[in-house]
T-cell receptor, first 112, second 113 residues
Framework: QKEVEQNSGPLSVPEGAIASLNCTYSDRGSQSFFWYRQYSGKSPELIMS????GDKEDGRFTAQLNKASQYVSLLIRDSQPSDSATYLCAVNKGGGADGLTFGKGTHLIIQP | DAMVIQNPRYQVTQFGKPVTLSCSQTLNHNVMYWYQQKSSQAPKLLFH???????NEADTPDNFQSRRPNTSFCFLDIRSPGLGDAAMYLC????????????FGDGTRLSIL
């Protein structure tokens, strides 16, 4: 079983609609969860972090965490063409200094 | 303001010729990480330093070494690069607390001739 799983896509969403990205993880003891955006040829850019069950909102982005189901999601409201990128789900399994385990990413395409 | 700086952005080396990649930070973070990302794959942790303590991942090849001479700088040394080592190498930093994210540099893209 892969440690962090994401649907690779591509996920195509019309401009202005809500994009929903999902991620599951295998280690029940995981502590912290992150969403990174990565444009082609660029490095990952932090979008959201979440540490406790529930929703966390920041502008057009909402992260949702359900530790019982081992599930993390990212919602992007009012999607823009500039949101087109690969979105990486990352999990820190142990203490804060541990490295991140990344999913392979979901390729999101926002259609104008 | 660039906070995690990687040099060079692009590096070309010959098969078997040692190469060093550089990372510096202005964040004064305790932890510095090196990741390898091959095309269309997820970033993969190679190793990290918590202050001066080195933590190697079990499956990181011996060909890869790292040095952290001070808080600000960390280096990735590839002793004898093979064609399979062509990748983007990403440096990241964090404070090391559970609720602190990792911040990435722009990466170094390594090509092997």
């Amino acid at each position: 079983q892969k440690e962090v799983e994401q649907n690779s896509g591509p996920l195509s969403v019309p401009e202005g609609a809500i994009a929903s990205l999902n991620c599951t993880y295998s280690d029940r003891g995981s502590q912290s969860f992150f969403w990174y955006r990565q444009y082609s040829g660029k490095s990952p850019e932090l979008i959201m972090s979440i540490y406790s069950n529930g929703d966390k909102e920041d502008g057009r982005f909402t992260a949702q965490l359900n530790k019982a189901s081992q599930y993390v999601s990212l919602l992007i409201r009012d999607s823009q063409p500039s949101d087109s990128a690969t979105y990486l789900c990352a999990v820190n399994k142990g203490g804060g200094a541990d490295g991140l385990t990344f999913g392979k990413g979901t390729h999101l395409i926002i259609q104008p | 303001d660039a906070m995690v700086i990687q040099n060079p952005r692009y590096q070309v080396t010959q098969f078997g010729k040692p190469v060093t990649l550089s990372c510096s930070q202005t964040l004064n973070h305790n932890v510095m990480y090196w990741y390898q990302q091959k095309s269309s794959q997820a970033p993969k942790l190679l190793f990290h330093y918590y202050d001066k303590d080195f933590n190697n991942e079990a499956d990181t090849p011996d060909n890869f070494q790292s040095r952290r001479p001070n808080t600000s700088f960390c280096f990735l040394d590839i002793r004898s690069p093979g064609l399979g080592d062509a990748a983007m190498y990403l440096c990241a930093t964090s404070r090391g607390d559970i609720d602190q994210p990792q911040h990435f540099g722009d990466g170094t893209r390594l090509s092997i001739l």
